[in-house]
């Protein structure tokens, strides 16, 4: 009896054509894959990177300016002025661009526009009036028993 050896046809032929099958198949999945995340993740993850970016750009400014005011020692409640006030939104928005430089450069802000944002962390002059002009006055309140119900 007589045996035939189908090894070289194998080893010549279909192992190679199975491998680059399977080889352009993982291509293609990897492909999708990366299409698919593309399509369906990357503005989930984007909107995701800009809230945080976001929010360390408005800590750092809220940082700075609690840190600049700090650092001047309370002339803020005596000389509540442009210059002050300039003075500490500068620092903040040095303080942005120092500790949280992705997120200034994400959002395009020169150090103008950033020192303007700060402003809206400066705490608000205390005043005796309200909005309107119009004086606050305390009224003291009075107590007395109540008379016997009959």
Known sequence: ???VSLNPIFEQIVNPVLQDLLQGFVIFVAGWVMWAFHKYAAPYVGAQLEAKASADLNQALQNGVWIAMQKIEGT?????????????????????????PDAVNRF?????????????YLPVSLTATDTTGARVTVQPVETAPLAPVK
């Open 1 to 3: 009896m007589h045996t």
């Open 76 to 100: 803020e409640q005596q000389h509540a002025n442009v210059q002050v006030k300039g003075a500490i939104t500068a620092f903040a928005a040095q303080f942005a661009i120092d500790h949280v």
């Open 108 to 120: 395009g802000l020169n150090p103008e526009q950033l020192a303007t944002k700060a402003l809206a």
